[in-house]
């Protein structure tokens, strides 16, 4: 039998389903659900994704065969909606759009009213006897047809759309203001005049036949898969190249038929707040692009009872059979054709952080879901949006009070953002690359926008509503975003905007608050989040904080779930106490070298560093015993018995110097020494490739002194805690060791000064002596190596620049056109090279345990943090993962996550291959800097 291509839905049947989203994409899977579970749905039918593979493979044309399936298709079509594709007196409309596996909301094209020509336009007019319809959909079809398939676009970044500055020129010329009030003829005239238009600018006719017009619109929405935009997204939220689009041709049903027909976008539940309440918008008499493009300010759902109460109460019924048959939120797009409601698409809705923990914390409630389906549903990185920023209250309100308060619009992505005024996404970018903060202000957003609202800090628009693009996108990023204040007049080629009066420029700082929907003039420090004034500052009552609650409750879950212990990397007991609110078991990496920074230490480090003779090294280490000891003891009273790693110093020392002759005169001034003998000690301290050279356990083999020291301070700080009646579990950790003898060298003298300072003090404790692997050979060597250590803990910054050959500080200049390029699928500072570094990180893992089958395993490179990591960590069999405090909470539901969707722990897990990453922002945050 041959391959099938094309599916039909309609009438009750479905040829597809939910789960064949892979095959119909998203949108065509769920119509045929809906479809199939009896809901209105338009017929139709999805041309599939692998069709769009074929599309390329064949020079950009749709195979023969698919087109052969294709009119099989249209003539089933045909024969349901009982009207002819072409046919001068019954035409048959379609609608022509995209539909990817995943979600990439107006990235690819759309073209609707295909099949209107003079004839079938003329027949549409005898039926329906409204010439301003027929005309309108026309101008409509033209318009998108010349835009899509043509190419009649806006050419510079301040031009506007060249069809809207044919309608904006007729309007002048009728002296009207809206479009409302141009007349059939007026429409008719546009038709003309953007056919035109087409004809001059492009040298393309407008195609009159229906089967061309149907052609060129399935080729166009193929192609739209590789447009700028297009990729551009798929990279930001990794959707692979491969997956391609399906294509859906439709019924159209019109929402543009009179004050009986109206269309809206909806939600089955708030999609800011999570509150279970139906939550959209529609417009009476007005197609679908109305609502979303913003271009009318369009109704809140519930009004729709007054204007169709019939379609209103249909639909809060399909609302609660959607959720009950979907078990999720879903965003659903309808269209009433004169008094008949259809439903056009329905798709698990996006949502704030909030909402989606709120929801899935709801839906638990009700039995919908399952504690772990509801894990498995919220992805790590929402839970930055519950961590996000607010407005400092006191200064908000001094601000509105000083009359600094310019409008409001609507509260479309929570959260406070302050930043300077920039009117276009290129500048956005721009800006932002020279660390400008920036609001990126529009009129409305489009696809186009969608770098330019990634680099700012927020998005202010003058026009759409809560589903607009500006709205949906801006959530899905996490980004703050207030929409339609209609107040602001914006105008892009002077760079201002005036608002209720008063002007602002490019470049004047503005603070908008997502959460609210005010604009304000001027710059607003912004404050924590609830979450973090529950756990952080400890200002915020949990009981007066349902923000806090909700995420405690995912939290626990995610802890009965999770087989990885959490972790911080954490050198200050702020930082400890921080990293156990947030639910940190202990710390995985204590960076010994970052205490030395700290008040009144920076001296005799650089006389320890500086000396000649072991004697005056020594002379200078007893000055900083003390001191460290008191750090540690500091930290192992915060951590109350937890685990807490220290590592000894690792760093090559000249990082501890000053490089500029003022501050070395200033420092040879204070050391009482000549500035020429600073200046040679530290030339003879310089290295050419200090991240390969002096630096590591190399330090404390030639200076053993320096090693012996830390011990000693950690030992007595245990012991000092020990005897204050509080647990503690000191774990020391060798750093940059290949060799198990580098190892063997440092224990001996670690233990040795353990043993010393148990009898000097009279006190026992337990602890570990363990080791980082961190380069390859440590890793190659991890069975020898795990004879003597009692515990690894992957390095994985220095593990994938000296697996990669990559330095870690220098990288920055082509580690991003490399991913651009697709040669690295992600920034492998930030996401695991699961098969580079990873395939090293399992051997080290098997060959570890073969030796020592009870080895402690951990990570505590940047890696530790991110959600895809810890999958990782999670499938060799880690015991835990130790990231940057603020990470916690997202380590904690990755890990959970992780134990979800992959099987339980076990040798043979380790060898199953990894799991696609799950989709995830790309980042440009900095590389883990050896500038510590
Ligand atoms: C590492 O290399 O991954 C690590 C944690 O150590 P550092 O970043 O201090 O080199
Ligand atoms: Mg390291």
Not at 875 to 882: A, F, H, P, Q, T
Request: charged share 25%; proline share 5%.
């Amino acid at each position: 039998m041959a391959k099938k291509y094309v599916y039909f839905f309609g009438a009750g049947k479905a040829e597809g389903n939910k789960d064949m989203k892979g095959l119909l994409g998203g949108k065509g899977a769920n119509l045929a659900e809906m479809a199939g579970i009896g809901l209105p749905v338009p017929p139709g039918f999805t041309v599939s994704t692998e069709v769009c593979s074929l599309f390329y493979k064949n020079k950009k044309r749709v195979p023969e065969d698919v087109k052969r399936e294709v009119e099989k298709k249209l003539k089933r079509l045909e024969k349901t909606a009982g009207q002819g594709f072409g046919d001068p007196k019954n035409p048959l409309l379609v609608s022509v759009r995209s539909g990817a596996r995943a979600s990439m909301p107006g990235m690819m094209d759309t073209i609707l009213n295909l099949g209107l020509n003079g004839k079938t336009a003329a027949a549409l007019i005898a039926k329906t006897r409204n010439a301003r319809f027929v005309y309108d959909s026309y101008r409509r079809f033209v318009q998108m047809y010349g835009d899509v398939v043509l190419g009649l676009k806006p050419v510079a970044k301040d031009d506007i759309d060249p069809f809207e500055a044919i309608i904006e020129s007729k309007k002048r010329q009728r002296r009207i203001e809206n479009d409302v009030d141009l007349t059939a003829e007026d429409l008719r005239d546009l038709v003309a005049r953007f056919k035109a238009a087409i004809k001059q600018k492009t040298g393309h006719d407008f195609p009159e036949d229906s089967r061309e017009q149907l052609w060129g619109a399935i080729g166009a929405v193929f192609g739209s898969w590789d447009n700028e935009r297009a990729i551009a997204y798929r990279k930001m939220y990794d959707i692979p190249d491969s997956w391609g689009t399906a294509v859906n041709v439709q019924l159209m049903v019109f929402g543009n038929m009179g004050n009986d027909s109206g269309t809206g976008v909806s939600f089955t539940r708030d999609a800011a707040s999570g509150e279970n309440t139906f939550y959209g918008e529609y417009l009476m008499n007005a197609q679908g692009e109305d609502v979303v493009a913003g271009i009318r300010t369009p109704l809140p759902i519930a009004d729709l009872r007054r204007d169709d109460p019939k379609a209103h109460a249909q639909l809060e019924k399909i609302r609660h059979i959607l959720e009950k048959h979907f078990r999720d939120m879903m965003d659903i797009e309808f269209t009433i054709q004169q008094g008949k409601l259809y439903m056009l698409q329905c798709r698990v809705g996006k949502r704030t952080a909030f909402a989606a923990i709120k929801i899935a914390v709801d839906m638990v409630a009700k039995k919908l879901i399952g504690e772990k389906e509801a894990l498995a549903r919220i992805e790590p990185d929402q839970l930055n949006q519950l961590l996000r920023p607010i407005f400092d209250p006191a200064e908000k309100d001094a601000a509105i009070k000083g009359g600094r308060l310019l409008v409001k619009g609507l509260n479309a992505g929570p959260g406070a953002a302050t930043g300077r005024i920039v009117f276009n996404s290129v500048d956005a970018e721009a800006w932002a690359k020279r660390g400008e903060k920036v609001i990126l202000t529009r009129i409305e957003t489009s696809p186009e926008d969608i770098k330019g609202m990634n680099a700012a800090e927020g998005i202010l628009t003058a026009r759409g509503g809560m589903t607009s693009h500006a709205a949906l996108v801006a959530r899905q990023m996490g980004k703050v975003c207030v929409a339609g204040c209609g107040e602001l007049a914006i105008d892009y080629a002077r760079r201002a905007m005036t608002v209720n009066g008063k002007i602002l420029k490019e470049g004047d700082w503005i603070s908008i608050d997502g959460t609210t929907g005010q604009v304000i003039k001027g710059k607003i420090n912004t404050k924590p989040s609830e979450v973090l004034q529950v756990l952080i500052e400890k200002t915020l009552d949990p009981a007066q904080s349902p923000v806090y609650q909700t995420f405690a409750k995912v939290m626990a879950w995610a802890d009965k779930v999770r087989t990885l212990k959490i972790r911080t990397n954490a050198d200050q007991p702020d930082q400890s106490a921080n990293a156990i609110a947030f639910g940190a078991e202990g710390i995985g990496l204590c960076r010994t070298e970052h205490m030395f920074f700290g008040e009144g230490k920076i001296g005799p480090m650089r006389e320890m560093i500086l000396a000649d003779t072991l004697q005056q090294r020594k002379a200078a280490l007893a000055k900083l015993l003390p001191l460290q000891r008191n750090d540690f003891a500091g930290i192992f009273e915060v951590m109350a018995g937890r685990p807490v790693t220290i590592r000894t110093i690792d760093p090559p020392l000249h990082e501890f110097l000053p490089h500029e002759e003022k501050n070395q005169r200033a420092l040879a001034a204070e050391m009482g020494i000549s500035y020429l003998k600073i200046k040679e000690r530290i030339a003879s301290l310089h290295e050419f490739n200090p991240m390969l050279g002096f630096r590591g356990c190399r330090l404390g083999i030639i200076y053993p002194e320096i090693t012996e020291m830390q011990a000693r301070a950690i030992f007595e700080a245990a012991a000092q805690t020990k005897k204050k009646g509080i647990e503690v579990v000191p774990e020391v950790m060798i750093p940059l060791v290949g060799h198990v003898k580098e190892l063997s060298d440092q224990e001996k003298l670690v233990r040795r000064t353990a043993e010393a300072v148990m009898k000097e003090q009279g006190v026992t404790f337990k602890y570990l002596v363990g080791t980082m692997i961190e380069i390859p050979r440590g890793a190659i060597t991890a069975d020898e190596i795990a004879g003597v250590a009692e515990f690894f803990s992957f390095g994985t910054n220095d593990l994938t620049q000296t697996t990669l050959g990559v330095s870690r500080d220098d990288a920055g200049r082509f580690l991003i056109p490399y991913v651009e390029k697709e040669i690295f699928a992600k920034d492998p500072f930030e996401v695991i090279d699961r098969d580079g570094v990873g395939v090293l990180m399992r051997m080290a893992v098997e060959k570890g345990r073969k030796t020592r089958p009870t080895l402690k395993i951990g990570i505590c490179g940047e890696h530790g943090g991110d959600p895809s990591s810890v999958e990782f960590c999670h499938l060799i069999g880690l015991n835990y993962v130790s990231c940057s405090p603020f990470r916690v909470p997202i380590a904690r539901l990755a890990a959970a996550r992780a134990a979800l969707l992959n099987p339980p722990l076990a040798a043979s897990a380790a060898k199953k291959p990894a799991k696609k990453a799950p989709a995830k922002k790309a980042s440009k945050a900095s590389k883990p800097s050896r500038k510590h």
